[in-house]
């Protein structure tokens, strides 16, 4: 029992320690993007300045696609009755929160963008559009995981509607080429393997990816830990709750 | 430097540490409410 609890200590501890390197190197790549981007790589001939933008904005989209992501691989396993397990919903429902900060981010960076380059904030591009659903969606989920009830029959709706809501994102990505649209193809193209940026922007690019990615692992994991304390939370009040009603009938007889 | 490229910049880096700084809070919050000592005093308390 004792060796036992000491295992599950020695774990815990491990991976905060892992979290908190991935913390850190989240911290020090954002930084570095930031750095590079706005300090060292060079102006773009069209674009002017305005490029710089281009090593945020790709990467908040990338993350939201990859924490929608996780949320329906997670859904998934969710409502498979032989990987049933509520770490699994709760693991949907951080990485679909943290995807909803990176969708607004993707929208309000986009914004920003379509401002100077197009001449409006915003326009009812099918990408755009899209986005927009996308973001709108999400938050209905995580208004739907509010929603009162026995743990197990929220996460079984949160799983289905994680599902449902999943499917705007390949929309989503296809938008620019299934509809004639303002935004430009995709920087980074998947299907064809194009890279529409080279040299100290390439890489700068690329930093950003994968410093935001870690940025997304660090704040999944510690919304994660956040949800199971509040399970804990609410596990001990009900049973707290039981033991005060069960005192109160005692005390009549 | 572009205004909105600044704007672009400040609105990523501020979001994301007001949301990281939001989930330590909570997150502290939670932790102190479960300890022993400060069940009775926050029994109505809401969970998150």
Known sequence: ?253 | MSPYVEAGYLVVLVSLSSYAISLFARERAARRRLRPGNRSEDSGMKSE
């Open chain 1, 1 to 253: 029992m004792i060796s036992g609890h000491m295992t599950t200590s020695s774990r815990r501890m491990a991976s905060s320690r892992l979290l908190n390197v991935v913390g850190i190197l989240a911290l020090v790549g954002v930084a570095f993007t930031v750095w590079l981007g706005l300090w060292i790589t060079p102006n773009a001939e069209y674009f002017g300045n305005l490029v710089r933008l281009l090593y945020i904005h790709p990467p908040m989209a990338w993350v939201a696609f990859i924490a929608y992501g996780m949320a329906f691989l997670s859904s998934l396993l969710y409502l498979w009755p032989r990987t049933r397990d509520l770490r699994l919903d709760r693991l949907a429902g951080a990485s679909a929160e943290v995807g909803v900060v990176f969708t607004g981010l993707t929208l309000a960076t986009g914004s920003i963008w379509g401002r100077p380059t197009w001449g409006v904030w915003w326009t009812w591009d099918p990408l755009l559009t899209a986005t927009a659903l996308l973001f709108v969606l999400y938050l209905g989920y995580l208004a739907l995981r509010r929603v009162p009830g026995e743990r197990e029959t929220v996460a079984r709706r949160s799983a289905i509607a994680a599902l449902v809501a999943f499917v705007d994102v390949p929309i989503v990505y296809f938008s620019v080429s299934w509809w004639r649209s303002l935004h430009q193809p995709p920087t980074v193209d998947l299907s064809g393997r194009h890279l529409y940026v080279h040299g100290s922007m390439a890489w700068t690019l690329l930093l950003g990816f994968v410093s935001f990615t870690l940025a997304y692992v660090w704040l999944t994991a510690r919304r994660y830990r956040l949800a199971a304390l509040s399970d804990r939370e609410a596990e001990e009040g009900l049973s707290r709750a039981i033991d005060e009603r069960r005192a109160e009938a005692e005390s009549f007889v």
